[in-house]
């Protein structure tokens, strides 16, 4: 795959919905919503995370089983590939004011110029999902030697208008050098570390004045990995952080039910639900980018 060639692996559906191919593998897009407990008890979509499902002859294949068969050389492409398809399948989920989290591994672009060659391809994927750049935010996942690469890619990111997401936060020294290097506007907590940690009686007190803290520094914290009611029962000791995991909604492949399961404020008044997800997707036509399979 060459560069050029990214926005030729893209195709759209009937319904306006991308898929994209590399070989024999069909990538698709999957959202899984990021939630906040409003005072009511209800719950309002503030954000979503895309997630790449993979199938090869019908078959589906496991996102980590297909990227490790990607050759080295190509996993650069592949990788934009997977962050331009879910901008553009975020934009039919008529949900505009809530945030897009897409992955990135930044040692893939650690020259100035790949940088800017990605951020132009997200800026073209954002303009033809007719989203703001202010709305994405690329989660950056550091490796033990990529830590300048990772506050190059920050600082471009920014510059441009993106926002950028941190992950395994753990507020160890560590973490916090994080903080300064990549000035995140939204952090996930490291799942294990929760876990371990919020079961200590002094936990939930010491989580609160974390919490509020990344919230007065701007920073949107999320509690990921809920799969049991204790754990949304902590969320709301701490301070309402938003919050991701089965327990609340599971992920749903483009163009997903998010626009019924989480009406806006005005829908909700006037009697829609805004409780927890459903089955029923409808479809809706976009405007096309990529070729048409249908």
Same mark, same amino acid.
């Given at each position: 795959?060459?560069?050029?060639?990214?926005?030729?692996?893209?195709?759209?559906?009937?319904?306006?919905?991308?898929?994209?191919?590399?070989?024999?593998?069909?990538?698709?897009?999957?959202?899984?919503?990021?939630?906040?407990?409003?005072?009511?008890?209800?719950?309002?979509?503030?954000?979503?995370?895309?997630?790449?499902?993979?199938?090869?002859?019908?078959?589906?294949?496991?996102?980590? %089983?297909?990227?490790? &068969? *990607?050759?080295? @050389?190509?996993?650069?492409?592949? +990788?934009?590939?997977?962050?331009? /398809?879910?901008? !553009?399948?975020?934009?039919?989920?008529?949900?505009?004011?809530?945030?897009?989290?897409?992955?990135?591994?930044?040692?893939?672009?650690?020259?100035?110029?790949?940088?800017?060659?990605?951020?132009?391809?997200?800026?073209?994927?954002?303009?033809?999902?007719?989203?703001?750049?202010?709305?994405?935010?690329?989660?950056?996942?550091?490796?033990?030697?990529?830590?300048?690469?990772?506050?190059?890619?920050?600082?471009?990111?920014? %510059?441009?208008?993106? &926002? *950028?997401?941190? @992950?395994?936060?753990?507020?160890? +020294?560590?973490?916090?050098?994080? /903080?300064?290097? !990549?000035?995140?506007?939204?952090?996930?907590?490291?799942?294990?570390?929760?876990?371990?940690?919020?079961?200590?009686?002094?936990?939930?007190?010491?989580?609160?004045?974390?919490?509020?803290?990344?919230?007065?520094?701007?920073?949107?914290?999320?509690?990921?990995?809920?799969?049991?009611?204790?754990?949304?029962?902590?969320?709301?000791?701490?301070?309402?952080?938003?919050?991701?995991?089965?327990?609340?909604?599971?992920?749903?492949?483009?163009?997903?039910?998010?626009?019924? @399961?989480?009406?806006?404020?005005?829908?909700?008044?006037?009697?829609?639900?805004?409780? !927890?997800?459903?089955?029923?997707?409808?479809?809706?036509?976009?405007?096309?980018?990529?070729?048409?399979?249908?």
């Amino acid at each position: 795959m060459t560069e050029r060639s990214i926005f030729a692996n893209l195709n759209r559906d009937a319904d306006g919905i991308a898929t994209a191919c590399y070989g024999p593998y069909t990538l698709k897009s999957a959202f899984q919503p990021i939630l906040r407990e409003t005072s009511e008890g209800m719950f309002s979509l503030e954000a979503i995370e895309g997630l790449v499902r993979v199938e090869c002859d019908g078959a589906l294949v496991a996102p980590a %089983d297909f990227l490790a &068969l *990607v050759p080295q @050389d190509d996993r650069p492409m592949v +990788d934009s590939l997977c962050r331009s /398809l879910h901008i !553009l399948n975020a934009g039919s989920l008529c949900k505009p004011d809530a945030v897009l989290l897409v992955n990135s591994q930044p040692g893939l672009f650690r020259s100035a110029h790949a940088i800017r060659q990605e951020i132009d391809r997200m800026r073209l994927a954002a303009h033809e999902a007719a989203l703001a750049p202010s709305s994405i935010a690329c989660e950056i996942r550091e490796l033990p030697d990529d830590d300048d690469a990772a506050a190059h890619l920050s600082r471009h990111l920014h %510059d441009a208008g993106f &926002l *950028v997401a941190i @992950d395994g936060y753990a507020a160890q +020294d560590g973490d916090l050098a994080r /903080l300064a290097r !990549l000035a995140p506007d939204l952090l996930k907590f490291d799942p294990i570390w929760v876990q371990r940690f919020g079961r200590q009686p002094t936990a939930a007190a010491l989580l609160r004045v974390i919490v509020a803290q990344l919230e007065r520094e701007g920073i949107r914290p999320i509690v990921a990995n809920i799969e049991e009611a204790w754990q949304m029962e902590l969320c709301r000791e701490i301070g309402m952080p938003l919050m991701q995991g089965y327990l609340l909604a599971r992920p749903q492949l483009a163009p997903t039910s998010f626009g019924l @399961d989480f009406p806006d404020p005005d829908e909700t008044a006037m009697g829609g639900p805004a409780t !927890l997800p459903n089955e029923a997707a409808p479809t809706r036509g976009r405007r096309s980018f990529g070729r048409r399979t249908g």
